[in-house]
């Protein structure tokens, strides 16, 4: 069934209908804005994507240095140099890295030179000191150098106008470096998106606390901010809210000013104290889904005030698998990100999965690579209660919505969810 209800509108389907997981998906993507880039230190963009291309405004290296420590010298000086007929050439000077001024090199001298000083003027090689040997003021060269050897040239590296990194990618440790070298202090990127997470329900208390009768500890709150965090956005939590409709909307309402997304768990069903599908509908547009997996079948998507809500279910590994179905696509969309999925391996199962009846099937996998390729393994029980699955599992082995099992000894998709 899907639902669209907002502001006194509503369109029903058919109770027995189900959406595909790639139909949801795509629905939740579209309904997403666009974020603006923002100005930010290059220290900071780590990790971010670049939401313009960044440009060299300067040359690199800016003059012509030394890529050995050894001797700068004139080539033609020493063109017939052997092993057993040396030419011997005094010792004018010597250039450090950082020095301002350089000594000339004419014909029939050398300098000393380190590695990243500046080439005297005359010089047009460098001859690492490793095949020379010295004395009394003197080295000696056993073989012949060429024009260029060991010389690192002006704007080899980069020149003026030349894009060092384009809009669109995601700055690794390296780029720091390269933007660093070129000299850029501050770059646009998109930023890392702000997401609520949103726990509901008058069973619920804080992790902290002793749990009464009837009650139990929220841990879908702090599961889901930290998946918030691995996926690259930035958390915050309306703390555990009751099932009250009022103290529903004044959650959304008091956060509205630092949400890009809302991720809410509990009251995603049809229960009567689930609320939040009419609570979402009263204050913006919501649509309601069973959605052809399993765990994970009732789903909410929405907007209030243009900010997009993401509504997953109450029990724990149901909102897990929901959030990486849904969820970190979203928030690495929001990033600017392109690569949206998890990487997929295939792996032999080493037990029967059983399928579900038109139903896409994610179980809770223990990875393991042996000499022949991988292997997945179910964490244990599967109920969509079983928070121990999800905490030893570290993929998600996917079977199809036409498949009745897979046995064990075949192959089956797995995405891989460890991240770093």
Known sequence: MTRFVGHGREQVTTADELTSVEDHLQAILASLPRQDPIELTTLDSLGLVLGADVVSHTTLPPFANAAMDGYAVVASDIAAATVDRPVRLPVVGEVLAGAPTTPQVGTGRVVRIMTGAPVPHGADAVVPVETTSDADGEVAFHRPAAAGDHVRLPGEDMQ???????????????????????????????????????????????????????????????????????????????????????????????????????????????????????????????????????????????LISGTPVIGLPGNPVSAFVSFEVFVRPAIRRLQGRRDLARPVVSARATQDLRGAPDKRHFVRVRLARESDGWTATPTGAQGSHMVSSISAADGLAVVPEDVEAVRAGEQVRVQVLVDG
Do not use: W
């Open 160 to 302: 003026p106008g030349q894009v060092l990194l384009k809009a669109g990618r995601r700055v690794q440790p390296a780029d720091i470096a390269l933007l660093a070298a070129a000299g850029v202090a501050r770059v646009l990127c998109v930023p890392p998106p702000r997401v609520v997470v949103l726990s509901s329900g008058d069973e619920l208390v804080q992790a902290t606390r002793e749990p009464g009768p009837g009650q139990i500890r929220d841990s879908n709150g702090p599961m889901l901010s930290s998946m918030v965090r691995a996926a690259g956005g930035i958390p915050f939590t309306t703390g555990i809210v009751p099932d009250d409709r009022k103290a529903l909307m004044y959650a959304f309402d008091t956060n509205l000013g630092h949400a890009d997304l809302f991720v809410c768990t509990g009251g995603a069903s049809a229960g009567t104290r689930d609320l939040l599908p009419d609570v979402i509908g009263a204050m913006g547009e919501v649509a309601t889904a069973k959605v052809a997996m399993r765990p994970g079948m009732p789903q909410i998507r929405g």
